[in-house]
């Protein structure tokens, strides 16, 4: 059974830091791309970053660009979202997702976690 299980939300003053993580099981690890996305109450679901588990690449959306770094530990099956410099508008849920290394489409997601930037 493929299972994506994020944890290390919480409540952060702006300015702060997080970090996610996003353990994985169920499936080759090394054959996925991990992605981080994230939906704020009354909007769009918004992709954040995500990772080739295979040869490390990855990408950044503008708004998180300089302040957020996605990393992958392989042997644990788990990828990292360190958030820094957080800002009240990177509030929402953030969830991660699985995808196939040759598949435009994440067909496997986790439950959520939840961040919360005071102001």
């Known amino acids: 059974e493929v299972q994506l299980v994020e944890s290390g939300g919480g409540l952060v003053q702006a300015g702060g830091s997080l970090r996610l993580s996003c353990a994985a099981s169920?499936?080759?690890?090394?054959?996925?791309?991990i992605g981080w996305f994230r939906q704020a109450p009354g909007k769009e679901r918004e992709g954040v970053s995500c990772?080739?588990?295979?040869?490390?690449?990855?990408y950044y959306a503008d708004s998180v660009k300089g302040r957020f770094t996605i990393s992958s530990d392989n042997a644990k099956n788990t990828v990292y979202l360190q958030m820094n410099s957080l800002k009240p508008e990177d509030a929402a849920v953030y969830y991660c997702?699985?995808?196939?290394?040759?598949?435009?489409?994440?067909?496997?997601w986790g439950q959520g976690t939840q961040v919360t930037v005071s102001s």
């Open positions: 997702a699985a995808r196939g290394s040759l598949t435009a489409t994440y067909n496997y």
């Open positions: 169920g499936f080759t690890f090394d054959d996925y791309a």
């Open positions: 990772i080739s588990s295979s040869d490390g690449s990855t």
